[in-house]
């Protein structure tokens, strides 16, 4: 007995579904016709047969074609003509909507793109509607991906259902608004390389651009997605150049112009801009005002970051991601806004080193520019710390120890070597920039429990790192900070060596303060080392923010924290709250607005403050310098930035209008799809790409 080709079975296959579904909508027809049923029983009938249409049509495959498509397409508009007719009300459209979400967030299903042609069940103005009763039905977080998955997967192969891209866009911003940001980016990573090709394609191009551009925008602390695309970006350019009958293709060709460069100077530094420069140079006459483009678009970062430029705290300047950077934008505004040292790095006129000339240009734009943002790329090419890789993300405690480190044994050998006539001058004892906000004593004294006998030893330091008790859960800053101070047993392990036992006993080790700093700076030990997965992973314990801590008897207040968002140190993001005269600012990259300390206090895991910037309350802060006491240099400084920021001012801004929606199509099928291969869309424009 001859075996059927398995192409053919499943066709047979897909056919005996479509007759199927037709078979049941034409008996649903008869009983509306005839009314021989109850109202109440025939909508319980109709809700049951809803549910099996919906699955049912997740079953049948698209075919490629041109025959089985012509055939395929007209028993697909026969079904869509009896859900328009009899599918009406509330209650059927909720159950067609169930039935929907629960088949394309099973990750043990795949449904097919046919399934789609139910949203057209729902008005378009009610989709965000649809998208909010989703996500505020109780469904398991665990299939918002798988959801969002196959909607990506269909919009990239099938655009017979013009709500589907609106679907998807609708549905993104409704997990942004419940920052599911993991879930959007990863989409994102997945999904925008094909659906980005797609913009080559008139008919395609109104449905899936806005979700393109939405997610290129919104991934704004990672330039990854943007990066995926560049290679595609000529090539999309140069057929929107040529399709000077389409209304649509001017207005893409410019917005994709102006994103190119708004993301390039969004995450500067790359290689790969080298290339997309030239490509782009044939359309310079496009220039818009691009920068306006990710100013005004919602970051997936958190909450408080979707801002807008009317929402930016007046006369705070933010610092652009250039490309997971956050950990270095929160500590560089954490050490800004520690006011005796910003003003110490500026006041430093002469024998300084590059890294000090970088940082007192960022801190003299910080506090004079009429930017909203600015690029630190020196100070990231300055100060990036060995091991550090471009593009990745790191640790901002490890940052912050290294570039402090750096400035304070710069500044100490210049001193040193300026001190060359003074013989009993030492390098040590110089009072750099850093030691004098940051600089404090610590002495430790051990004891052997044999003998008794005494070992001390001074150490200087410029950050304390805080452990976490073993045993114990809501700890506040000041119980981890007597923690840190209260006797520790040495013994198992960790026994003490003793000179005068000539070995390791036990003994005890205490750690006093005899020098404190005037701004104590204190990392919380989030992260711990996991033998089993050997990567560090982050203790998710909350900590109590105090607003003053005592160490013995000197008081320290509050006045900037970096907090990290993640659940390790090598994913997340960074931000930074600080506090100026009795105001609370929260920077956020690019971002700065007004907040309050109660949002500090208030936040929650996977949210967690992690290094702590304390100021000793008998030292009070200075008055900031005026831009009159910079040097020459720094004034120059700020001169070329007014000037740059003026030229970029008068330049000719370009007014974009939204795409022309498409004709509605809805009266006749489209053309069956081309045979060509390569798995893109042939000039035929057929509606589903393989």
């Not at 001390?456 to 790192?465: A, H, I, N």
């Not at 114990?472 to 981890?480: E, K």
């Not at 997965?533 to 970096?562: F, G, P, W």
Request: proline fraction near 6%; charge should be neutral; charged fraction near 25%.
């Amino acid at each position: 007995m001859a075996v059927k080709h398995k192409s053919i079975e499943c066709r047979e296959k897909d056919e005996v579904y479509l007759t199927i579904i037709i078979g049941v909508l034409k008996r649903i027809e008869q009983q509306k016709s005839s009314q021989q049923c109850l109202l109440s029983k025939e909508a319980r009938l109709e809700a049951k047969q809803c549910k099996k249409i919906v699955s049912d049509l997740g079953m049948v495959a698209i075919p490629t074609t041109p025959e089985d498509y012509v055939r395929f397409m007209t028993q697909i508009a026969m079904i869509q003509e009896f859900l328009l007719k009899y599918f009406v009300g509330d209650e059927l459209i909720i159950c067609t909507l169930q039935a929907f979400y629960t088949e394309i967030s099973d990750p043990q299903k795949h449904p097919t793109p046919t399934m789609s042609i139910v949203l057209k069940l729902i008005d378009p103005q009610n989709i965000p509607k649809a998208v909010k009763w989703i996500l505020q039905s109780s469904y398991p977080e665990s299939g918002l991906e798988q959801a969002l998955h196959t909607l990506c997967t269909w919009l990239s192969k099938w655009t017979w259902t013009p709500n589907l891209g609106l679907l998807v866009l609708e549905f993104m911003k409704g997990l942004a608004a419940e920052q599911h940001y993991e879930i959007l980016v990863d989409i994102t990573l997945t999904h925008i390389e094909r659906l980005f090709k797609m913009l080559i394609l008139p008919d395609p191009r109104t449905n899936v651009g806005p979700v393109v551009f939405h997610m290129l925008t919104s991934m704004q602390h990672n330039p990854k997605a943007f990066h995926k695309i560049i290679p595609h970006i000529g090539m999309i350019m140069r057929y929107l150049c040529n399709e000077k009958m389409i209304d649509s293709s001017r207005y893409y060709l410019e917005s994709l112009f102006n994103l190119s460069m708004a993301l390039m100077e969004h995450f500067p530094g790359y290689a790969c801009y080298e290339q997309l420069k030239q490509t782009l140079k044939p359309y310079e006459g496009l220039t818009g005002d691009y920068k306006q483009l990710l100013m005004n678009s919602k970051a997936w970062l958190n909450k408080s970051q979707t801002t807008t430029l009317s929402q930016y705290a007046p006369g705070k300047v933010g610092l652009n991601n250039l490309g997971n950077t956050c950990y270095m934008n929160s500590v560089l505004q954490a050490l800004f806004m520690t006011k005796p040292f910003r003003n110490d790095i500026l006041a430093k006129s002469k024998d300084a080193v590059p890294l000090f000339f970088k940082l007192q240009s960022l801190f003299a734009l910080l506090q004079f520019s009429e930017r909203s943002s600015l690029s630190p790329s020196e100070i990231l090419t300055a100060a990036r710390p060995p091991g550090f890789q471009m593009g990745q993300q790191h640790d901002s405690s490890e940052f912050l120890g290294h570039l402090l480190d750096v400035l304070h044994e710069q500044e100490r050998l210049i001193g040193n070597s300026n001190e060359h006539d003074d013989a009993t001058t030492s390098g040590s004892n110089i009072t750099t920039v850093v030691k004098k906000s940051f600089g404090g004593k610590t002495l430790t004294m051990s004891q052997c429990n044999n003998c008794g006998a005494r070992s001390e030893r001074m150490d200087t330091f410029r950050d304390l790192q805080l452990s976490f008790p073993s045993d114990a859960d809501n700890q506040s800053v000041q119980t981890l900070m007597d923690y840190y101070l209260q006797k520790e047993k040495l013994c198992d392990d960790n026994q003490y060596h003793c000179d005068e036992c000539c070995g390791l006993t036990d003994g005890e080790r205490i750690t006093r303060i005899i020098e404190p700093p005037p701004r104590l700076v204190l990392t919380l030990k989030h992260f711990s080392y996991d033998p089993k997965t050997q990567a560090r992973t982050k203790i998710l314990k909350r900590v109590q923010l105090d607003d003053n801590v005592y160490v013995d008897s000197n008081e320290y207040k509050l006045y900037a924290a970096v907090v990290h968002c993640g659940s390790s140190v090598d994913s997340g993001h960074y931000y930074t709250y600080a506090k100026d005269c009795e105001d609370w600012y929260k920077f956020n990259d690019c971002f700065v607005m007004k907040s309050k300390a109660e949002e500090l206090c208030g936040l929650r895991s996977p949210e967690a403050p992690y290094i702590l910037f304390y100021s000793r309350v008998d030292c009070s802060d200075p008055e900031p310098m005026g831009k009159c006491d910079l040097s020459s240099r720094l004034q120059s400084v700020l001169s070329r930035d007014y000037a740059d920021l003026d030229a970029e001012k008068k330049k000719p801004k370009l007014s974009i209008s939204a795409p022309p929606r498409p004709n509605n199509k809805d009266d006749y099928d489209p053309p069956p799809p081309g045979c060509g291969g390569g798995g893109f869309m042939d000039s035929t424009q057929n509606r589903f790409v393989c």
